[in-house]
């Protein structure tokens, strides 16, 4: 698993995020870690499926070639925006932080 966000391009971030403060990014990105824990966790239950249909577990470099797939695949999501769903996290705790 990667240990850091891959780059997200900032026309994807919210614009009260792109203006906002260091606290508010900070927030954000909060939310994005979490969706990127997701990501990772549904890639690797979907790497899972991708089993060779004989059973057999291939080669060591295909073994380790699947390990690295569910990472890779996560990063890419995340790198084009994610799945929408550190939006909806954002706003939640934003909501929760004025009450």
């Known amino acids: 698993m990667s240990a850091a966000m891959p780059p997200i391009d900032n026309a994807y971030l919210p614009a009260d995020v792109r203006n906002g403060t260091k606290e508010r990014r900070q927030q954000y990105d ?14 690797k239950q979907l790497s899972k499926t991708a089993q060779p249909a004989d059973g057999s577990g291939g080669s060591a470099a295909t073994q380790t070639y699947r390990d690295m ?7 890419a999501v995340m790198a084009e925006g994610g799945l929408g769903l550190a939006q909806q996290i954002d706003r939640a705790m934003a909501q929760e932080g004025t009450k």
């Open 30 to 43: 909060a939310a994005l870690s979490f969706e990127r824990q997701l990501v990772g966790e549904l890639t």
């Open 69 to 75: 797939l569910p990472g890779a695949m996560a990063d």
